[in-house]
C-alpha cells in the first residue's frame, strides 16, 4: 500500500480523516488544492451517498429524525426575553431621552428646509436627479420628461430592482460569505440609499454638489467591488471549516 492510500486511513482520534485543529491546512496548502477545501468536500460527499446508498439497500423507507427544541419553554422563553429586553431599552430611553417638541406649526408660512421622514430621504433623494434627464436633440434641445416625472421613474425602478432581487438570486446561502457576488449587491444598495440620503439634504451639507452627486454614484460602486474582494478571499477559509464541521457531525462507521 503506497504513502497516499495510508494518509488516506480513518483517522483513530475521533476525527475520521479530517485533521484536528494543530493540524489545519494553512491558506496556501488549501490554495494549492493538494488538501483543504476540494479534499475535504470530495471525501464528505462521497462519504454522505455511500451511507445513504447502504441505508437503501437495508430498507426502502428510512425514517430520519429531526432534532430541534420544544416551542415551550424554550422557544417562548428566549423570546420573551428578548423581547423584554428591548421593550425595556425603548422605555428607558423614552424616560431618559425624550423627545424635542417644537412650537405648533404655522399654516401662514413655509419653513426653509422641508424634508420627509429619515427613512424616507432615499426616495427624496431620487428626485433629486435631474441633471440625469438626458435631453433630446430632436426636440430641440428640450428634456422628453419633466424632472419631477423622471425622479418618480427612479423611484419606481428602484423600488422594482428590490423586489425582483429575491426572483433572481434562487441559491441556498444564508450567509454573504457563500456567495459573494449577491452579497456585493447587497452591501452596494446599503450604500447607495446612504448616498441618495446624503443628496437629498444637499441644501444641509456643507459640499459642492456636483462632488457629491458623483460620490453619490461612485461610492456604491467601490463598495461592491471591495465587498466582493472581501468576501471572494474569506469564502475559501470559511468553505473549509464550515465542510469540516459537517464532517465532524457524521463520524465515520
Known amino acids: 500500500m503506497s504513502d497516499n492510500d495510508n494518509s488516506e486511513e480513518v483517522r483513530t482520534d475521533g476525527t475520521g480523516i479530517v485533521p484536528p485543529d494543530d493540524e489545519t491546512p494553512t491558506w496556501s496548502e488549501r490554495k494549492a488544492r493538494q488538501q483543504g477545501l476540494a479534499r475535504l468536500t470530495y471525501e464528505y460527499f462521497e462519504r454522505s ?30 423570546n420573551l426575553a428578548l423581547t423584554s429586553f428591548f421593550v425595556g431599552m425603548i422605555i428607558f430611553l423614552s424616560a431618559a431621552l425624550p423627545p424635542h417638541i417644537g ?5 401662514s408660512s413655509t419653513p426653509a428646509v422641508i424634508l420627509p421622514d429619515w427613512y424616507l430621504y432615499w426616495s427624496f433623494g431620487l428626485l433629486k436627479l435631474g441633471p440625469l434627464n438626458p435631453d433630446i436633440s430632436l426636440l430641440g434641445g428640450q428634456k422628453l420628461m419633466a424632472d419631477r416625472t423622471y425622479g418618480v421613474l427612479a423611484n419606481l425602478v428602484v423600488v422594482g430592482f428590490v423586489a425582483i432581487v429575491p426572483f433572481l438570486n434562487k441559491g441556498a446561502a444564508r450567509r454573504p460569505v457563500e456567495q459573494p457576488f449577491w452579497g456585493a449587491v447587497g452591501v452596494s444598495g446599503v450604500v447607495f440609499a446612504f448616498t441618495i440620503a446624503v443628496l437629498s439634504v444637499k441644501n444641509l451639507i ?30 475559501e477559509g470559511y468553505m473549509f471549516n464550515l465542510n469540516r464541521r459537517y464532517y465532524r457531525l457524521r463520524p465515520p462507521k
Not at 53 to 73: C, G, H, I, M, N
Open 49 to 78: 451517498r455511500r451511507e445513504d446508498q447502504d441505508l437503501r439497500q437495508q430498507s426502502s423507507y428510512v425514517e430520519r429524525d429531526v432534532l430541534a427544541f420544544p416551542t415551550w419553554p424554550h422557544e417562548m422563553i428566549r
Open 103 to 107: 412650537p405648533p406649526a404655522d399654516s
Open 206 to 235: 456643507s459640499m459642492e454638489s456636483h462632488l457629491l452627486f458623483d460620490l453619490t454614484f461612485i461610492l456604491p460602486v467601490l463598495s461592491a467591488f471591495l465587498a466582493y474582494a472581501v468576501l471572494r478571499t474569506m469564502r
